[in-house]
């Protein structure tokens, strides 16, 4: 069920590329609410807004915002730019982008033929909150090099969420994020993951991409029903295109449900059971009995991977060194350090490959 609201626009909180935060005043009082420009237009003080409340009224952690569905006294102008792709299709905020794929696209010659990562290593995550944990580990070790974000659909759509992917970009810690099937609002779009990978290595010239859903993974608490199961997909992916996958582990100590305490079964079930093809695991050399039962339980998918043991020296450090908050299921870097060194590891273990 939809939740719908009217409100008026009392005050603009703060702005990142491709969104405004607001103060709304509805009846029954005053919600915070958040408009994505490029599709409603930009709501200003006294402006009346049309609100879908859903998230705001299920508490969600990361999604806990009404969304501006329309400014209708002010409809933004249509759109005149190219683009023939269709993303969130038949939502009533499907948009039109511009594929990097697409005949249109300036880039469609170099992705034409494309067909090879050129061993690129990719970096492969359940959680939106591991990239710049695996982004600290990698630039720990290899300063300098270029690394894409390639966002799966599987969490929020518009890569406008996402403050962390604008400050990334801000710092140059990301040259571009590629938005990829019904995902949107990149620096380049694509129409499915390969041509996401191959538009990361042959129109933004990366040397390392990192894989992972949006914001908000959904999950049940089933095998099988959770969106962090692509991450399987991905690694099948890369190695279709010839790249070098390295796939990172979701680990928890904080955590309060058993089934991600240690090595998540999101983890063992997408790469033990989904991913069909090999990768380097990546498993973070933990202390004491925690770190005994991380590599006992990671042991699980030697079977079909390469298992990796990385040390953690000095990832502690380059982890409180980010440029941006790390935060996973609401808990900071130290409230669940063993998660963020877990990514920052599969960063190492990728930066190891390009020497």
């Known amino acids: 069920m939809i939740r719908w609201r009217k409100g008026e626009v009392v005050r603009v909180r703060r702005e990142w590329p491709g969104a405004v935060e607001l103060d709304v005043a509805v009846a029954e009082g005053e919600c915070r609410a958040l408009a994505y420009p490029p599709l409603v237009g930009r709501p200003e003080v006294g402006d009346t807004v049309l609100l879908n409340t859903t998230a705001l009224a299920m508490g969600l952690g990361t999604g806990g915002y009404a969304m501006v569905v329309a400014v209708p006294d002010r409809l933004p102008q249509d759109p005149s730019g190219p683009g023939h792709l269709v993303k969130a299709r038949y939502t009533p905020l499907q948009a039109t982008v511009l594929g990097a794929d697409e005949q249109g696209s300036p880039h469609h010659e170099a992705l034409r033929e494309a067909d090879s990562l050129d061993g690129m290593p ?45 400050k990334l970009r801000e710092v140059e810690w990301l040259c571009g994020v590629v938005t990829t099937g019904q995902s949107f609002g990149g620096d380049v779009e694509a129409v499915t993951l390969h041509t996401g990978l191959l538009a990361a290595r042959h129109v933004l010239g990366a040397d390392v991409a990192v894989v992972a859903q949006g914001p908000g993974n959904l999950g049940t608490g089933t095998r099988w029903g959770f ?18 996958a390295v796939a990172a582990l979701r680990v928890s100590e904080g955590d309060l449900r058993e089934r991600h305490v240690g090595v998540s079964h999101h983890s063992l079930t997408a790469y033990g059971r989904v991913a069909l093809a090999p990768a380097r695991v990546a498993v973070p050399v933990l202390p ?3 770190g005994a039962t991380v590599s006992e339980q990671a042991a699980a998918l030697a079977g079909r991977h390469e298992i990796v043991t990385v040390p953690v020296d000095g990832l502690h450090e380059a982890l409180k060194a980010s440029p941006v908050r790390l935060s996973t299921m609401g808990r900071g870097l130290e ?9 920052a590891a599969a960063g190492r273990d990728a930066a190891s490959l390009l020497s």
Do not use: K
Request: aromatic content about 10%; hydrophobic content about 50%.
């Open 122 to 166: 990719v970096v492969v995550a359940d959680l939106h909150s591991a990239l710049p944990a695996i982004l600290c580990g990698l630039y720990a070790d290899s300063p300098g090099i270029r690394v894409a974000y390639v966002m799966q659909d599987g969490g929020a759509l518009p890569a406008w969420f996402s403050m962390s992917c604008a």
């Open 227 to 244: 969106s962090g199961v692509a991450a399987g997909e991905a690694v099948n992916a890369a190695a279709v295109l010839s790249g070098r």
């Open 288 to 290: 004491g009995p925690f």
């Open 335 to 343: 409230e669940d350090l063993a998660y963020f060194l877990t990514s």
